[in-house]
Each structure stands twice: as C-alpha cells, then as structure tokens.
C-alpha cells in the first residue's frame, strides 16, 4: 500500500485486492449459488458449477469485486490510521508487470487536525434583563392587537384599518399575471403589499377611486416585474377600523384564565415573558459563545464535507418550499445559495465534536429533564408532553443534543471572560 499527499487533506492511497482470494470467493459463492438455483430442465439444487457460473458469474465477480475493494480499503486506511472525510473515488489500474492482483487507486479527503485556540483573551457579553410591568403591559398590548376585530367606518382610510378593494394593474397597456382582483382585503400598513400600493389606498373613502404608477422593486420575486413601472386603479369598496378587546375577565378567559381573574393573568404572562427572556439570553450567549470558538480556531475544510452539507441543506429547503404549498419540482435551489451556510455550520460542527471528544462532555439527564420540563411547561398537560419525549429515543435525543450544546457553551464559558450588560426588556426582544 502506497499513500500520497494530494493536498493539505485529500489523499491517494494504492491498494491491491490477490486474485487468488478473489477468485475463491467468486468459487464459493458460485457453488453457494448452485444449492438453490432454479433452472429448466434441472432440479433444484442439481444444476451443473459450469452453467450456474455461465448464467451469474458476471454479476457474482461484480458483487465480490465490490466487496472486496470496499473492505480492503477500509482495512488501508485503519491501518494507515486515516479519518477518512465523505466517500472515496476509486479507479483500477493496470497491475505491474509479474502480477495478476487487482490494483485500485482511492483519491480521498481525511478530516483535519482541529487545535481549539486560547479563549482567555475572548470576552462574552451576557444580557441581564429584569422584567417590568411595564414590560407586562406592552405584552398584553400585543396580545390585545393579536385578537382585533375590524368594525366599519364612515371616513377616510388610514394605516391600521382593514379595507376591501378592487384592482388593476397594467403594465405597457396590458394586464400582467397577478394584477388584477376584486374584493381583496388586505390591513394598511402590514406589509402584506407594496408600501407604495398600501400608501395610495390611505385618504380614499368607500366608492372612491384612484389611479396611479408604481415602480416594483429591482430585487421584486417576480423577474417579469421587477424595476418595471405599471400603472394600477384601484377602488375602494369598504374600510373598517380595529376594536382591540377590553382587558377584562373575557379577555383573561381567551388566554386560558378559566375564572378571569386579571392578577392570574398578568401573573401567568409575567411566568411565560420570564421564560422567553431566559430562552433568549441563553439564546444570545450561545451565539456569541461559539462564535468566540470560531474566531480562536482556524483549520481546512474538507469539501466533500462542505459538499454534503450543501445537499442537505437544498433538501430542507425543497421540504419548507413543500410545507408551504409551494412545488420545488425537480429545481434545486443553486449550491452558491447555501455554501456560506454550509462551511460555517461544517466548521463548527468539528470544532464541537473536537471539544465533546477531547474533554468527555456528556449531557446529564438532569438537564434533559430540565429540559423536556422547559418546553412541555408550555402546554396544557405537560406531564403527557413529557412521557411523550420519554416513550421515543429519537424524540429524547434531538433533546439530549441540545443539552450537549450547552456543555460546551459552559466549557466556553469557563473560558472566557464573561460581562453581564445590563439590558432593557425590548432592545433583548429586537422592539428597538
């Protein structure tokens, strides 16, 4: 066996396959074969080596030789203490002169040598929130828009009301796909639509009409449009304004205080806002904690890790674009889109395995339980919720990983110096 460096990581490794043990197991398999073989005009079991050999010998020499080549690389590189990284590529090549061996030649990829770099001179903010009830009170506001109602209203139309109208769009004169609708409802100011179109609507009264131009955007998702000017009329049919609900017994009852009582309520908010904060926090901190890693630690990427990722990656894009009705067909989104992602996500993945491996870290099955309590406090019967993560090893994995990440956030930790900044409850939840 011969090994070369192709590269800082890819290999070439020869190997040879004896054709003496070759073609013994090719023997073997071909009087296996015979025992059970069915052909007319013999019985069972009676069929002659030569002609068993004559009808399968093509495909039990491929079968064998697959095997073969297969195990004797994996017996090359455990011997040459190689971490093989994605598949090999293995080609045949002419045996030397005097031999009737098999020779294959295997151009592969091995996994770096990955060094965790000095974390001491690193620093990691970690947000420190305290919540208000004046925090409590901008939760419920948003609860309270989260159940508004719409009711009609004699005037103009501003940003907030919701508003039916109809609408055409040409485009050089002509009607373009998607421009034209009647009865369309949409709320002014969500972004559900151009801000320009939303814009045009404000002012108009019920049987009001307005014709203007708008230009799409250059970036637009459909490539016929975008950068082009068109021009739309639309008529206004209805505006109704928002009624947000009375914080009131009925309101704590919509929110699961089955006796409506408010203290319950703001109690119950503060317990679930509470919770969010620490996801987040514990969220921010393990961003920038790994982050930390990457920035101390720099090694080679195999490609046909990256590559591999990459697949991934286009496969889980192809099932969301499915989740959303929407049909990928037989069109992968291009590599490009996902190498970045790919690399940063290979990357850390050999840095986490690096640290897992080297300092033993394992996930307690305290945390797990923590855990799977965390997630399951967030519905109505949480012990259902967790018996149903305990009743599956798979389920109680993804947890189990989870648990694992933070081992090594803490090991990072440790590592790091660690400043508590002091943060308002909305520059944490992104309302700045």
Not at 48 to 66: D, I, N, T
Not at 136 to 165: C, F, H, M, S
Not at 288 to 301: G, I, P, V, W
Not at 366 to 384: F, I, K, M, Q, T
Request: aromatic content about 6%.
């Amino acid at each position: 066996m011969q090994t070369e460096n192709v590269s800082a990581l890819e290999k070439q490794l020869e190997f040879s396959v004896p054709m003496a043990q070759f073609e013994a197991e090719v023997d073997k398999r071909i009087q296996r074969l015979a025992r059970t073989v069915k052909m007319d005009g013999f019985r069972p079991g009676k069929v002659p080596l030569k002609v068993v050999a004559q009808q399968y010998g093509h495909e039990v020499r491929q079968e064998v030789l697959g095997e073969s080549v297969q195990r004797r690389f994996n017996d090359a590189v455990k011997e040459k203490e190689l971490k093989v990284a994605g598949y090999p590529k293995i080609d045949a090549k002419p045996s030397p002169e005097g031999s009737q061996d098999l020779v294959f030649s295997a151009v592969f990829e091995v996994y770096p040598d990955v060094v965790v770099g000095d974390l001491a001179s690193l620093s990691v903010e970690r947000p420190e929130v305290a919540v208000s009830d004046a925090d409590i009170d901008k939760t419920i506001e948003i609860l309270r828009k989260q159940r508004v109602t719409y009711a009609a209203a004699d005037r103009a139309a501003a940003a907030g009301d919701q508003v039916e109208i109809d609408y055409r769009g040409t485009l050089d004169g002509e009607e373009f796909k998607g421009g034209q609708a009647k009865g369309y409802k949409l709320v002014v100011g969500e972004g559900h639509a151009l801000k320009d179109f939303e814009d045009a609507i404000v002012g108009l009264k019920a049987g009001e009409s307005k014709t203007f131009d708008l230009t799409f955007p250059q970036e637009y998702h459909a490539k016929e449009l975008a950068g082009k000017t068109v021009t739309f009329e639309i008529t206004l049919n209805h505006v109704a304004e928002p009624v947000l609900p009375a914080v009131d017994a009925d309101f704590a009852k919509s929110l699961g205080i089955d006796d409506g009582d408010l203290d319950k309520m703001r109690a119950e908010i503060k317990q679930n806002v509470e919770r969010e904060v620490t996801r987040r926090v514990r969220a921010q901190v393990k961003e920038k904690s790994l982050q930390a890693l990457l920035e101390t630690t720099s090694f080679d990427l195999p490609k046909a890790l990256i590559e591999m990722e990459i697949e991934r990656l286009q496969g889980f894009a192809a099932e969301e674009m499915r989740g959303r009705g929407m049909d990928p067909g037989n069109m992968m989104l291009p590599p490009s889109m996902f190498e970045e992602q790919a690399t940063q996500r290979v990357r850390l993945g050999l840095v986490l395995a690096e640290i897992v491996g080297a300092n033993k870290l394992r996930p307690s099955s305290e945390r797990v339980r923590e855990l799977v309590g965390e997630h399951a406090d967030s519905y109505e019967n949480p012990e259902e919720v967790v018996a149903w993560y305990y009743a599956s090893p798979e389920r109680l994995s993804e947890v189990e990983s989870i648990a694992l990440e933070e081992s090594v956030v803490n090991w990072v930790l440790d590592r790091v110096k660690v400043i508590d900044k002091a943060t308002s409850f909305d520059e944490l939840m992104g309302n700045v």
